[in-house]
């Protein structure tokens, strides 16, 4: 197919790559819909290799164009470049944890006999002799002798577990293939809990369907094809299953998401140690969230937003389940309980709170009652306060969006944290503001969103402002320290942070109010973040970029289609694009609770009107765009952008560019390695720099 390597000249000089559209149409209960471009679902057939690679010399010359990049890409290195240590954890008498010693690729992954001691390396993933295989995380027995690790390669989704003995160093025999997923230690450390889908057919291993998943044990010493069944329902093969061993090591936890039912889930386990080791469906109903928090004296401590939006912690007596004895411990309150842990030999929970993106920390005891808040070092977020049940130590994270991650040690029998490590970044951060602000979105509804700029700024509107949304699937934005946002605020940047709907920041009625048929509430709540940061003079149209990854890229590419002209670039990533076909590739099915069910004739109503391939409208004039994904993500398939570049680039009417970013053998991460990262975002801001014309 030579014909690919030409190029056809659209709009004011830009030439892109061509891709011909076929005729293929679907039939949606009446309603045709063309799709020109299927064919590059099809991500390794000759023809789209050719256009990949088109697109790839495109995207080169013109990014190799912005003499900013160089200078920008040099200055994430600086600020990158210091040794980092993560927040530890202990099991047994051995404390785990990261490091990076500055530039390092991978962080490496070590152990100590104390905090500060002397450190042995467990894995480092800089060494492996595929440049392509990275660390995926690590389960460590509750007694600190064995560890089961995992590995990936290309940034896929599938992962390999290897297998080490942290007594004498050797790395055992066993290897288990084919996860999407961790693995649960059994109570005698003889062996884990998985599971595992049906495996792909070759050639397929990228895109098939991952369905019909189920509940496995290995036993070490013996090869994977002798992993017994622990549960298995092929009559829900569309149930997501994830398993976790109790800190009692008596009780395995198995949490069963159905993809129909949005924002609920049920809790099954088995008790290790009963004659029959059936599986007991202690939540059975998928009316809410729960989350098994422990087990103490034989009592299961679940969080759960049943009748409590913004989450309350209950009891659960396994011998009397019906609801009527339940007993509430914490009750909902005005904060989102964002999570909870039990420690302190069982007697204290530790409660963290969350109020638009602000934490606080609490003390309880197991009746409920308020011990008193754990001090912290400020106004921002945490990450941790975990451990084992016994642990009377845990340890935390701390930061906000101009405070770097610094880690603490917090004892619960003095009620005092100890800094062990901060870190020191090559940056003026006192430069700069962090605030937050509030806006009117259409209906009314007051929309909480984070700002950063320098401390100079004036509300001239000329302020170029990156703004980044997610919108989904719960998940709450916060004052996370990233240090890939000081390069862009160095360079006159604002950073915003919009806490639009769909997201869970007030808890999972914000959620709800942003999912399948409300979906376009989501994108109007974005879009009115944008007008509201025109109308407030921080910036123009024509200053602001916008960003977005996984469902944050379908957010932007979505908003692109409603206002093209409310926005002077987009850089949507690795998104969600064909919203009639997204359940038919790897995990996508498991969105249908979240976007839609394209087999319902009622869902592809709205479904239409929001997805972003099928909102395209020839003859518009769109902003520049730069559209990134990668050509292994096994996730959200990178034939969503393909398919959305194609006809984008088609439609395109004025002279900005639309551009494919695309990243071989790299996964939904974007890329293998620190360094590949780092590109990415250079890459990114220079083309900001350039089309939001930061440097005239």
């Not at 309350?312 to 309150?333: C, G, K, L, Q």
């Not at 439609?651 to 620190?674: F, N, Y």
């Amino acid at each position: 197919m030579g014909w690919l390597l030409l190029l056809v000249t659209l709009g004011a000089g830009v030439a892109y790559p061509p891709a011909f559209p076929g005729d293929v149409v679907d039939d949606y209960s009446g309603t045709p819909v063309p799709d020109p471009y299927r064919w590059l679902e099809s991500v390794d057939s000759a023809e789209t290799l050719e256009w990949v690679q088109a697109q790839g010399e495109l995207w080169e010359s013109y990014i190799s164009s912005v003499p900013e990049l160089e200078t920008i890409r040099a200055r994430l290195d600086e600020i990158y470049d210091y040794f980092h240590v993560s927040m530890p954890y202990r099991r047994g008498e051995r404390y785990f944890f990261y490091i990076n010693e500055g530039l390092q690729e991978h962080p490496v992954f070590c152990m100590a006999d104390s905090i500060g001691g002397e450190r042995t390396i467990l894995v480092d993933p800089n060494a492996f002799s595929d440049d392509r295989r990275s660390f995926s995380g690590s389960i460590v027995t509750n007694d600190g002798t064995l560890m089961a690790w995992l590995t990936s390669t290309d940034g896929s989704d599938w992962k390999t577990v290897n297998f080490t003995d942290l007594e004498t160093g050797d790395v055992l025999g066993d290897t288990l293939f084919w996860l999407k997923g961790g693995v649960a230690w059994n109570g005698g450390n003889s062996g884990v809990f998985y599971t595992m889908y049906d495996l792909p057919e070759e050639g397929e291993e990228f895109t098939q369907e991952n369905r019909n998943q189920r509940v496995l044990f290995h036993r070490l010493g013996t090869p994977q094809e002798q992993d017994s069944l622990v549960y298995h329902r092929p009559d829900k093969p569309d149930w997501m299953l994830y398993t976790g061993m109790l800190d009692d090591d008596r009780h395995l936890a198995i949490y069963i998401y159905d993809a129909n039912i949005s924002s609920c889930n049920g809790v099954f386990y088995i008790d290790m140690e009963s004659a029959d080791r059936q599986v007991v469906e202690l939540l059975r109903d998928f009316d809410a969230t729960y989350y098994l928090l422990n087990i103490i004296d034989g009592i299961f401590y679940v969080m759960t937003d049943l009748d409590a939006p913004r989450y309350r912690v209950i009891a659960i007596d396994p011998s009397n389940p019906s609801r009527e004895n339940w007993v509430e411990i914490i009750p909902e309150s005005d904060k989102l309980l964002g999570w909870a842990s039990i420690l302190d030999g069982g007697r204290t929970m530790l409660v963290t709170y969350t109020w638009e993106g602000y934490d606080s920390v609490h003390r309880f005891d197991l009746e409920g009652n308020i011990l008193g808040e754990v001090e912290l070092p400020g106004r921002g977020s945490v990450w941790g306060f975990g451990g084992m049940q016994e642990d009377t130590e845990t340890f935390y994270t701390f930061s906000s969006f101009l405070t770097p991650g610094a880690v603490y040690r917090y004892d619960l029998e003095t009620d005092e944290s100890t800094l062990i490590w901060l870190p020191e970044v090559d940056a003026d951060l006192s430069a700069f503001t962090e605030t937050m602000v509030y806006y009117q979105s259409f209906d009314g509804t007051t929309i909480p969103m984070f700002l950063v700029y320098p401390n100079d700024m004036e509300l001239d509107g000329t302020n170029p402002v990156m703004m980044s949304g997610y919108g989904g699937f719960n998940y709450s934005m916060g004052p996370y320290f990233s240090r890939t946002v000081i390069p862009w605020l160095e360079m006159g940047g604002i950073y915003a942070v919009p806490c639009i709907r769909g997201g869970g920041e007030y808890g999972s009625e914000w959620h709800t109010a942003g999912i399948r048929e409300n979906r376009p509430t989501v994108f109007r709540d974005f879009i009115a973040a944008a007008e509201y940061l025109i109308d407030e003079r921080y910036t123009a149209s024509e200053k602001i970029g916008i960003t977005g990854a996984s469902n944050g890229g379908t957010l932007v590419a979505a908003v692109l289609n409603m206002r093209p002209d409310l926005f002077g670039a987009a850089a949507p990533a690795m998104g969600v694009r064909d919203l009639l076909r997204f359940h038919k590739f790897t995990i996508g099915w498991a969105w249908k609770s979240e976007y839609g069910d394209p087999d319902d004739p009622d869902d592809v109503e709205f479904l239409l009107g929001y997805s972003p391939y099928h909102n395209i409208t020839q003859g518009v004039e769109y902003p520049s765009v730069m559209i990134s994904t990668a050509d292994h993500d096994d996730r959200v398939v990178p034939g969503h952008s393909y398919k959305y570049g194609a006809r984008l680039q088609a439609a395109q009417a004025g002279s900005a560019p639309i551009l494919m970013r695309i990243t071989p053998s790299a996964g939904h991460g974007g890329a293998v390695g620190l360094s590949e990262g780092l590109d990415c975002t250079a890459e990114k801001y220079a083309f900001f720099w350039r089309e939001l014309g930061m440097g005239e």
